[in-house]
Structures are given as structure tokens and as C-alpha cells.
């Protein structure tokens, strides 16, 4: 098949893929009987239209850059990372117990614990299936879905029966002691959001995640050996590329970005663990990763739009008699033509650009 | 030379993209003869059988069979037309008989019965006429290379094949099993088949065929008959330019033992591939292992490289090697092993990967390629671009991915790595596989150039000449195990043959 121009590669095929499920979209909210002109005025405003949906639209982006930089990592290593969901969620747990059991003079060093212990947590919980994968072959995809429904109840039991303070009623821990700065409590800043966002400093950890992902990916010699790994096992070998070392590593990493999550949404929003705290913002990552292409810039994109399509459905709910559901249906639509159906784009390009190049 | 003409392709173009594989072809094949295509990889010889056999459409141009203008839309066709075609990678079914596979697709009706009962007659005929023994009731998986090979020219005889293509057929077969098509093929002649042979050995060429065309860039750059052409005249028609096909070399100035090995072994999924070999090769000495693909040659050049387990003993230099499994491919780069492997393009390199970063491959913890702690890309690159021009690599363009490069210039890039490492040992496998003849002049002097420095070198080739050639002593492999080891200078291609074939009785 011929190549399309690089451009078109990264800018136009996404467009276009975004372009057609909108249109899907459109004939959709046309089905139910509803406005879809309205739809997407709500979808704008809501997210993008003040501060105030700002607020939200970057709180999500933060949490869906966290899990599509995990499941990049794992990709460029040729793994198909599906636990982000179960790793977040560790992530969350690792965030309680740091934080409800030591005594941190400051905020500050208490949200560098809380980032060591999320991102340790998320790395443990990604390791076994990345173990299971090196030593004994167990399909990576397989053990990750199945590690997700273990974390799950295992947050659950510790909420209700061991973490929960005594007397309350909902599976939650206590209230952290130390919370962390919105993005409204910084000065400059307070005058553009206003209080109550659930946005977060933590969006800069995730763009400096990012940048230590591009870094580690294209300019360390173990960034060298995940993508050689992922490319070709056995070139790896030829190259004394040790299979067991390299899955381990790029898996404890990709858990520990997934984990690291839980800054965002434990510490910042809710500043405190409760039931299924991520929100299924592991597995938006996969898409964010797939609509990202992998690369970490292109997954600070992917996470706006995701962030935008989240906190938009939200206020669909809100605002009109769109079902909020229609929100999933929507994310879905996003994720068949950027994820599944970009192939189909990009041949359809190819043949618009290979007659052009004849005419 | 008869009068008559089997095929004549006018003005045969065929481009793809922006790469013109075929430009403007003429060729005309005579009834009952025997034509060789000649041309290095990505000439465009492919391309144009592609088209004869319908699995292409040309541009523009005209086929005629017999004198006749037919187009050739598809497969079907060209079996229609009288084309019959052996490829280099067979098409049989391995679980199936050879009756069974001769009437694949042919069958009359829809009970199969008859069929065979017709086919059965029909190939003892053929095999007969033909000198084509084939057991019909042996499975295609219990027959050995040539054997099944016959088969697939069986195939093209029962569909009425007037003109036969074979593409590249002897790649595969001992020099014997070569001998013996040979004759098979001088048989077809004698009764009146044309046949084309497809191939980039110049010997194969002069040996066999009637008239000769020659490839080059997509072009048909000559037509000769074989009788009135060299060797030395095709090798310069193809690449455009005068070619040493001779390996210049200085007698070997053997120093100290460089590897000694013992009781070699491998086994995969319980099955063992290596089954003792015991190897020395010192300073200053190439040691060619020759034999057929797939007896063992792969497993040893993986157990001495660290990328397979196994057991035995294995001293480089006087250390012992590990070859339990615990040392790796870095292990043995720092031990002084350098390793050019048979399968470049699934191990040798990162075909997605830049020519730079593929320079860095196996090498890439290396002080020279860090900055701190990380890869410092500007000095790789510089390495890469110095690497391109001592080799001539072509196009020098370091950024460019490794897989937009042909296979010579790939393997140019392999060699200036593995060789400019100064390795004691280098292990080399398959040098010149799916490389043209100009590059193969340049690799081969490379290997020489570093056996004459005192390094030593253990060859591995499936191709006879080169193994004979560039080789001080030639081991030959036979199912795992070492059949002799002969003197390069002294053997002959009979002798080796027979040990290929497992025979060790010399006369």
C-alpha cells in the first residue's frame, strides 16, 4: 500500500476518524428523537465554554494522560497493557495508606509519599501479570483483565471491612490530613478558575510524566531496549536484550503511570479512597493511547479530547433529556474510528493521495 | 536455436508508485530451450514472471504465447495460455500425497476417485517421459527438498505446462539434487518444453541454459546466447560495472587457538538439533561450515552467540564460555564475539528502526553511544554516517529507516558493526544471502580483510562457492552433526556434496 504524507498521517487521519464519528453521533442523538445541534452546543459550553467547565474538562485530562502513558509504555514493549483500570485503583490504595498512616509535617512531602506510594502500588500490581508473562507465558491481555476484577474486590473488602472508620456508613477510608492545591489556589491562575474545580497541580506532573516518557522512550538505552524489545523479540535477543528483565521493567513502569492516577483523583479530588475511585479512566487510556499513536504528545491530545468528551456528557446529562449515556455511546463512537476503523481512513487517504500524485 | 518463438513480451512496463520494477521490457524465449533471467535482487526479474504468470498486470505492453497475442488478467490464464510455475517457496500441501497434490484444483467432477485413478495414469506417463520418479502416494511432509520440488514441476506438467518458469530453484537443493534438475530440465527441452529459469548464479546460467537475458534496475539490458557470453561479461552486464567474482586471498597465517569447542549440543522442544560438534579455529583462519539449511548450522551460530542454550564446552581465548543460558548475546559481545546472524532482517537489525539506531544495536549500553545517562544520539548518528561512508553504504542517510534499505546495503550496515567492533571471533552466517553481486564483492573483502588482521572467523553459507571460496578449511554439517572437515584448497564441490548429503565414504 502506498504511504501517505507524514502530515496527513498525524493530523489528518485523526481529523477525519473524529469527523465521522461525529457524524455517526449526530444520526444517533437524530434516532432518540433529540437535537443533536443542541447536544453539541451543551457538549461545548459545558466543557470548554467557562472556567468553570475547564475545571473539569483538565481534571479528567490529567487522569487519562496518567493511563494513556501506561498503556504506551507497555505498548512500545509490545504489550498489551488492558489493567490500567485495576492498576489505578491499587494506585488509589497506595495514595490512603501513605497518607493515612504517616504523619507528614507538610503537604508538600506529603504528596511526593503520596506519588511513591501510588506509583509503587500501581507497579506491583502491573509486575505479577508482566511476571506471569515472562516465566510462564500467561497471555498479558488475559491476566491484566483478570487482575483488574481482583483489584477491584480487594479494594471493596479492605473499604468495608478494613479501612472504613468506625460508625460510617459508605465503604470509604477517613479524610486525608493533607489535601493538594486546585488549579484555582495558585496564584495567576485564581483569577482564570474559580473555586470548587476539581483540577489539580497534579496536571503537571502528568505533562512532566509525559516528557519523562518521551525522554526514557527515545533517549535512554532502556527506552532502546523496551522498543527494540517490542519491534522484534528475537532481534532483542540477538542483541542481549533480556526478554524477563525488559516485560518486568516496561510493566512496573506502565502500572506505576497508571497508578500515579490516583494523585489526581484520590488525593486531589476526593481526598479520600472510595469505591471504584478511577472511574473506568483506565481503560479511556487504551483509546487515549491508541488515538495518541503511542507517542506521549499525542496522548496529551488524545487526553483533552477524552477529557472534553467526559465532562461534555456529563453536562448532556445535566442539561437536556439526552440520557447521559449517551456519553459512552459517543466515547465509543471516538474509539471505533480513531482506535479500530483508522486503518480504513488511512487507506482511503492513500488512495486520495496516490491519484493525486498520478494526476 | 528453433525458429519458433514459446513468448515474446513487447514493450512489457509495469510501475509501482513511483518505482518503475519494469521498464519497457523485450524479450523473446524460443520454443524448446532453455532461457535464463539473470539480475541482481530487485532488477525486476520477479516482477516480470509476476506478470507472465498473471499474479500482476503491466502497464502497458504485449504478451504473445505461440505467436499469439494473449492477455494474462490472472493465474488461470496463464495455466489457460500453457505457463506452468515452480516457486522458490513450493505450494504443496504437507499432509497430503503427491496424487493428491498433482490434481489440487484440478480435479474432474466432483468424486475424487476417477480423478485419481486418471491422474495416476497420467503422472506414471509423465514421470516416465520425463525422468520425474516420484513415489505418487508419499506424503509431501516424508519427501526431502528435491523430491518435492519435482512434484510442483509434476503440478505444472499435468496442467498441459508448455513453458515452465522456475524462480530461483536451486536456492534450496545439495549441488547433487541441483545436478539432478539439471538433467530433469534438459529432459523438458528434449521433448519440446521451453523452459525459464530465474536465477542471480552466474555458474547455474553458463551450465544450463540456451540464451540469457540480463536484468538491471527494470530494465532488459542484454540478450545473448550462452555459449558466446562469460561469467565475468553477465557479472559486469548486471551490476554495470567490471566485478571480481574470484575471492583474492593471501594463504592463511594460522595464529593461536582462538575457540576451542567440544560436544556441542542443542535441543529444541525435545528434539536435538546439534548433536555434538566439536569445532577449533585460530587466529588468522576461516572456517567455513557448509551443508544444506537446517542441519544445525543455525543452532551452532546461536549456542556460540548466546542467543540459544545448550550444553558441551566452548573456550574463547582460553575462557571458558557459558552456554547453560545464563550468558546472553551482550555477555558474548564483551567476551569478543562479533555476530553477523543467517536472518538479518528477523535478527540482525530492527527493520522499523533508523540506520542509526540499528548501528547501536547489541552495542547500545557502550560508553561511546552515552551522554550521562542517556543515548547520545549525536554521536551514534556521526558513527553511523563515518560507518556508511567506509562501507559505502548507499543511500548514506543515517535518519532513514533500516527497511527502506536494500539487502547488501543492510547487511553493509551489519558487518561495519559487527566488524568494527574488533571482535577475536566473528561468527558470520549467510554473508551475502539476498545480496548483489556488487556488494558481495565488498563483504567478502571485508571478511578476508579480518582474517588477514588475525582475528578469526567461523562462516556459515548454504552457497557451496562462496563457503569454498572464502574458506581456509571447510566443516561440513549434516543432521547436527560435523561429517569432515576438509582443506579448501584441495576439496572439490563432489566431495562436499556427498558429505552434504551425509555421505561419508569418500572415494
Known amino acids: 500500500m502506498r504511504q501517505i504524507p507524514r502530515w496527513a498521517d498525524v493530523v489528518l487521519v485523526p481529523l477525519i476518524s473524529l469527523l465521522l464519528a461525529a457524524i455517526c453521533a449526530t444520526l444517533v442523538i437524530l434516532a432518540i428523537g433529540q437535537d443533536p445541534v443542541e447536544a453539541l452546543n451543551t457538549m461545548v459550553t459545558g466543557a470548554l465554554g467557562s472556567a468553570y467547565g475547564w475545571g473539569y474538562t483538565l481534571y479528567y485530562t490529567t487522569s487519562f494522560i496518567f493511563t494513556g502513558l501506561a498503556v504506551t509504555v507497555a505498548f512500545h514493549a509490545g504489550l498489551f497493557n488492558i489493567g490500567g483500570e485495576g492498576q489505578a485503583q491499587l494506585g488509589g490504595l497506595g495514595v490512603a495508606l501513605a497518607l493515612l498512616f504517616v504523619p507528614w509535617p507538610h503537604w508538600t512531602v506529603a504528596l511526593l509519599g503520596a506519588i511513591v506510594a501510588s506509583a509503587a502500588f500501581g507497579a506491583v500490581w502491573a509486575a505479577i501479570p508482566g511476571w506471569l508473562q515472562a516465566k510462564r507465558g500467561s497471555h498479558i491481555v488475559i491476566t491484566t483483565i483478570m487482575f483488574n476484577y481482583i483489584a477491584y474486590s480487594l479494594i471493596v473488602w479492605l473499604l468495608v471491612d478494613v479501612l472504613r472508620p468506625p460508625g460510617q456508613a459508605e465503604p470509604a477510608t477517613a479524610r486525608f490530613a493533607h489535601g493538594i492545591p486546585a488549579l484555582s489556589d495558585i496564584p495567576g491562575l485564581n483569577l482564570v478558575f474559580t473555586q470548587g474545580i476539581p483540577a489539580n497541580i497534579s496536571l503537571f506532573l502528568a505533562l512532566l510524566a509525559c516528557i519523562g516518557v518521551w525522554a526514557l522512550l527515545w533517549r535512554t538505552p532502556l527506552g532502546y531496549e523496551i522498543r527494540a524489545f517490542g519491534k522484534s523479540e528475537p532481534a532483542a535477543r540477538y542483541a542481549g536484550i533480556r526478554p524477563v528483565r525488559t516485560i518486568m521493567i516496561a510493566m512496573a513502569l506502565s502500572g506505576a503511570l497508571a497508578g500515579m492516577m490516583s494523585v489526581n483523583n484520590v488525593m486531589g479530588e476526593s481526598g479520600r479512597l472510595m469505591q471504584n475511585a478511577s472511574e473506568g479512566a483506565g481503560f479511556i487510556g487504551i483509546a487515549v493511547a491508541l488515538m495518541g499513536r503511542n507517542h506521549p504528545f499525542g496522548v496529551v491530545l488524545a487526553a483533552l479530547l477524552f477529557g472534553f468528551l467526559y465532562q461534555g456528557g456529563a453536562e448532556l446529562g445535566l442539561w437536556t433529556s439526552i440520557p447521559i449515556e449517551l456519553r459512552i455511546v459517543i466515547q465509543g463512537l471516538v474509539i471505533l474510528f480513531t482506535g479500530a476503523l483508522d486503518h480504513m481512513v488511512r487507506m482511503m487517504l492513500s488512495l486520495v493521495f496516490s491519484r493525486r500524485k498520478v494526476a | ?507
Request: charged share 25%.
Open chain 2, 1 to 507: 536455436m528453433t525458429g519458433d518463438t514459446a513468448i515474446e513480451l513487447r514493450g512489457i512496463s509495469k510501475a509501482f508508485g513511483s518505482v518503475q520494477a519494469n521498464k519497457d521490457i523485450h524479450i523473446r524465449v524460443a520454443k524448446g530451450s532453455i532461457h535464463g533471467i539473470i539480475g541482481e535482487n530487485g532488477a525486476g526479474k520477479s516482477t516480470l514472471m509476476s506478470i507472465l504468470y498473471g499474479f500482476y498486470r503491466a502497464d502497458s505492453g504485449q504478451i504473445l504465447v505461440d505467436g499469439r497475442e494473449t492477455p494474462i488478467p490472472d493465474s488461470q490464464a496463464a495455466i489457460r495460455a500453457g505457463i506452468g510455475m515452480v516457486f522458490q517457496h513450493f505450494k504443496l500441501v504437507q499432509n497430503f500425497t503427491v496424487l493428491e497434490n498433482v490434481i489440487l484444483g484440478v480435479e474432474d467432477g466432483r468424486l475424487l476417485r476417477p480423478s485419481l485413478a486418471k491422474a495416476r495414469k497420467e503422472l506414471a506417463r509423465l514421470s516416465k517421459d520425463y525422468g520425474l520418479e516420484v513415489d505418487p502416494d508419499a506424503k509431501i511432509e516424508d519427501l526431502s527438498v528435491g523430491y518435492q520440488q519435482r512434484v510442483e514441476i509434476l503440478k505444472a506438467l499435468y496442467r498441459q505446462a508448455d513453458i515452465l518458469i522456475l524462480d530461483e530453484p536451486t536456492g534450496v537443493l545439495t549441488p547433487a539434487e541441483a545436478d539432478h534438475l539439471f538433467r530433469i530440465l534438459r529432459g523438458l527441452r528434449e521433448q519440446g518444453k521451453t523452459v525459464i529459469l530465474i536465477t542471480h548464479k552466474l555458474r547455474e546460467i553458463m551450465d544450463i541454459t540456451d540464451e540469457v537475458s540480463v536484468m538491471r534496475r527494470g530494465e532488459m539490458i542484454a540478450s545473448v546466447v550462452t555459449r558466446e557470453t562469460s561469467p565475468p561479461q553477465l557479472a559486469e552486464l548486471m551490476v554495470g560495472r567490471k566485478v571480481l567474482l574470484r575471492v583474492d586471498k593471501q594463504p592463511a597465517q594460522l595464529g593461536e587457538v582462538v575457540l576451542q569447542a567440544n560436544d556441542l549440543r542443542v535441543s529444541h522442544d525435545g528434539v536435538e538439533r546439534l548433536k555434538g560438534v566439536d569445532l577449533t579455529i585460530r587466529r588468522g583462519e576461516i572456517l567455513g561450515i557448509a551443508g544444506v539449511a537446517g542441519n544445525g548450522q543455525s543452532e551452532l551460530m546461536e549456542l556460540l552467540a548466546g542467543i540459544v542454550a545448550g550444553t558441551g564446552s566452548a573456550r574463547l581465548l582460553g575462557r571458558e564460555l557459558d552456554l547453560s543460558g545464563h550468558e546472553d548475546g551482550r555477555d558474548r559481545r564483551h567476551a569478543g564475539i562479533g555476530h553477523v546472524p543467517e536472518d538479518r532482517q528477523h535478527l540482525g537489525v530492527i527493520m522499523d528502526f533508523a540506520a542509526w539506531e540499528n548501528v547501536a544495536f547489541g552495542y547500545h549500553r557502550e560508553d561511546a553511544y552515552r551522554s550521562g545517562p542517556f543515548t547520545d544520539n549525536a554521536a551514534l548518528k556521526a558513527d553511523t554516517a563515518a560507518k556508511m561512508e567506509r562501507f559505502d553504504v548507499r543511500p548514506p542517510l543515517p535518519n532513514l529507516a533500516i527497511k527502506h534499505f536494500s539487502g547488501g546495503n543492510q547487511q553493509k550496515i551489519i558487518v561495519a558493526r559487527e566488524i568494527e567492533r574488533n571482535p577475536d571471533l566473528l561468527l558470520i552466517g549467510q554473508p551475502t544471502r539476498g545480496v548483489d553481486i556488487g556488494a558481495i564483492e565488498f563483504i567478502h573483502k571485508q571478511i578476508v580483510a579480518l582474517r588477514d588482521q588475525g582475528k578469526a572467523i567461523l562462516l556459515v553459507s548454504v552457497e557451496l562457492d562462496e563457503v569454498m571460496s572464502l574458506s581456509d578449511r571447510v566443516a561440513v554439517m549434516f543432521d547436527g552433526r560435523i561429517m569432515g572437515v576438509r582443506d579448501a584448497a584441495t576439496t572439490n564441490e563432489r566431495e562436499l556434496g556427498l558429505l552434504m548429503a551425509g555421505v561419508t565414504e569418500t572415494a
